[in-house]
């Protein structure tokens, strides 16, 4: 990446750009790029973590988001709860609906529990007998380094390398050819996008 990221720059020796300044720029487009793309494109980053939850986490009713679990865009993709039988999938909601929980007729149980994230805490009900715990979360992409490339999906490097070369000539002071890399890169995410939108699976109804 390195090398066509030079090759755009017209400095395949490094004068004007060294290869320290480039890996830094690759992976600013790295962070721009897993921020606007479909998370369906960035299966490389999906992780699933198991947590056994302490009595303090049981009474407290959540689960601190730590070192152990940080998501990209805060993205807890699915969770599973176990109490005395197997895991089961809970049903994720929104922080603003979690007060409609508090209808007796919708207060979850062991056979249906909800959960929902605020402020980086996973919080779960019913919580008293929990067990375990697993989250499946997209993780942050590891760091472009010297001798690697991206950790995504070889068919985004081109695009990462796109804002790469964008923040490299604002760096330069070439505002012209910055906005046109920052375009073409914009522009092959949206495609992305769209054909996902096109050609996703249908949801369960």
């Given at each position: ?7 755009r720059l017209?400095?395949?020796s490094e ?8 890996i ?6 790295q ?6 793309i479909?998370?369906s ?6 992780n699933?973590?198991?947590v ?5 986490d ?7 988001l730590g070192?152990?679990v940080?998501p ?7 969770t599973e709860?176990?109490y005395d039988?197997d895991f089961k999938f809970?049903?994720?909601?929104p922080?603003y609906?979690?007060?409609d929980?508090?209808?007796s007729?919708l207060?979850p149980?062991?056979g249906?529990p909800?959960?929902w994230?605020?402020n980086?805490?996973l919080?779960?009900?019913?919580s008293a007998?929990?067990t375990g715990i697993k989250v ?8 472009i380094?010297s001798?690697?490339?991206s950790p ?6 081109d695009?990462i390398?796109d804002?790469a070369?964008?923040?490299l000539?604002k760096m330069?002071?070439?505002v012209?050819?910055s906005q046109?890399?920052r ?8 495609v ?5 939108g096109?050609?996703a ?5």
């Amino acid at each position: 990446m390195t090398t066509l990221l030079g090759l755009r720059l017209e400095d395949p020796s490094e004068v004007n750009f060294t290869s320290a300044t480039k890996i830094n720029a690759l992976n600013v487009g790295q962070r721009t790029l897993v921020n606007l793309i479909h998370e369906s494109y960035l299966t490389e980053l999906e992780n699933l973590t198991t947590v056994v939850p302490s009595s303090t986490d049981k009474s407290n009713g959540y689960i601190v988001l730590g070192s152990g679990v940080n998501p990209l865009r805060n993205r807890i993709m699915a969770t599973e709860v176990k109490y005395d039988g197997d895991f089961k999938f809970v049903a994720m909601v929104p922080f603003y609906d979690a007060k409609d929980i508090e209808n007796s007729y919708l207060t979850p149980d062991e056979g249906s529990p909800v959960a929902w994230v605020v402020n980086n805490k996973l919080h779960i009900r019913p919580s008293a007998t929990l067990t375990g715990i697993k989250v499946y979360y997209l993780g942050l992409p590891s760091a472009i380094a010297s001798d690697a490339n991206s950790p995504l999906n070889a068919g985004l490097h081109d695009i990462i390398v796109d804002l790469a070369e964008a923040e490299l000539w604002k760096m330069d002071n070439n505002v012209s050819r910055s906005q046109l890399a920052r375009e073409m890169g914009i522009q092959q995410i949206q495609v992305l996008n769209e054909r996902y939108g096109a050609e996703a699976p249908k949801e369960v109804q």
